[in-house]
């Protein structure tokens, strides 16, 4: 079993930044890639970035640019760096671990309006 826990959503303005941290523990190998998707309201959940156990990187087309995804392996936690925030990045943001199994987290709410 892995768990994963997702903090750092929260209400910021357009223009602002947040940085999301997902914490793994369980029977998690640093052999396994990671990622961060979202689903906003009304959408289906779609990849916002992921990160393979050697650090190679993917971006959703409307985040790349102004999010930045990386990994701990010592602390067993990846981040997502989000800046320059829109209103259309509004959503649940959740974790992924691309292990034998899949895992998500239960999910962290991003709010982004004035």
Avoid: H
Avoid at 23 to 51: C, F, T
Wanted: glycine share 14%; with cysteine.
């Amino acid at each position: 079993q892995v768990q994963l826990v997702e903090s750092g959503g929260g209400l910021v303005q357009p223009g602002g930044s947040l940085r999301l941290s997902c914490a793994a523990s369980g029977s998690i190998s640093n052999l396994y890639g990671m990622g961060w998707y979202r689903q906003g309201p009304g959408k289906q959940r779609e990849l916002v970035a992921d990160i393979s156990n050697r650090g190679s990187t993917a971006y959703g087309d409307s985040v790349k640019g102004r999010f930045t995804i990386s990994r701990d392996n010592a602390k067993n936690t990846v981040y997502l760096q989000m800046n320059s925030l829109k209103p259309e990045d509004t959503a649940v943001y959740y974790c992924r671990y691309r292990g034998p199994m899949d895992y998500w987290g239960g999910g962290t709410q991003v709010t982004v309006s004035s």
